[in-house]
């Protein structure tokens, strides 16, 4: 077994025992991403989901770990006022090649190209989080960068995967977990769960770092 298939194969494993982590306030996910839900179930952490209606506007020249910082405060502050008394988790991810963002293809031929620039290559794909408790005026953003390489692909071999319809809502025109584009991948080097789109152990550490007067305690 190769280094990236024990990777997703310990992440289709993930799991969390009961009390191995508690907020003491509820928690919302300002994202309708599924993948980002599918995590926290995992983790087993009660939250809610509220998506957010942010602009998601990035000045020109924005580095990408700052474009993602700025992309899921701006989703978290669109939801926060809402939820006073909760944290409310932002979250981000783009995928980046040659210094170009890859986003979400707006159509097959578009999914087509972005499979063709990444077969064979290495990329980043960057995700960011953001923490807000209203109720308190706290807000931390974060990010993680993973490099994740591409075997060579064949035409037949992209255009089967696109007729899936899969790549669609996805940056960059793949998905790691749970999808045929995890073929694909030969390596990676960083954080499997920032390439799902919500890197645990940083948003973990987040928590621990500056809001852990809202952890309950454990054990």
Known sequence: MTAASKVA?????LYFPPGMLHLR???????????RRQLLERLRIPFS??????EEVIPAGTSPADAVRLLARQKADAVAPSYPEALTLGADTIVVLDDT?????DDEDEAMAM??????????VFTGIALVHAGTDR??????????????????EI???VRTGSPMDKAGGYGIQDDAGALFIEGVSGDYY??????????????????????????
């Open 115 to 124: 499979l063709g620039r990444l077969s064979g290559r290495s990329h980043t």
């Open 194 to 219: 920032n390439v799902v789109g919500l890197p645990l152990h940083r948003f973990y550490r987040t928590l621990r770092d500056h809001f852990s007067d809202l952890l309950a305690p454990t054990g």
């Open 25 to 35: 306030v509820p928690l919302v996910l300002a994202s309708q991403s599924p993948r």
């Open 139 to 156: 807000t931390v953003a974060a990010f993680e960068s993973t490099e994740v390489t591409f075997a060579p692909l064949r035409p037949a």
């Open 101 to 105: 963002v890859l986003g979400k293809p």
């Open 49 to 54: 989901v509220h998506p957010s209606d942010a």
């Open 159 to 161: 255009a089967s995967y």
């Open 9 to 13: 194969y310990l992440a289709g494993r």
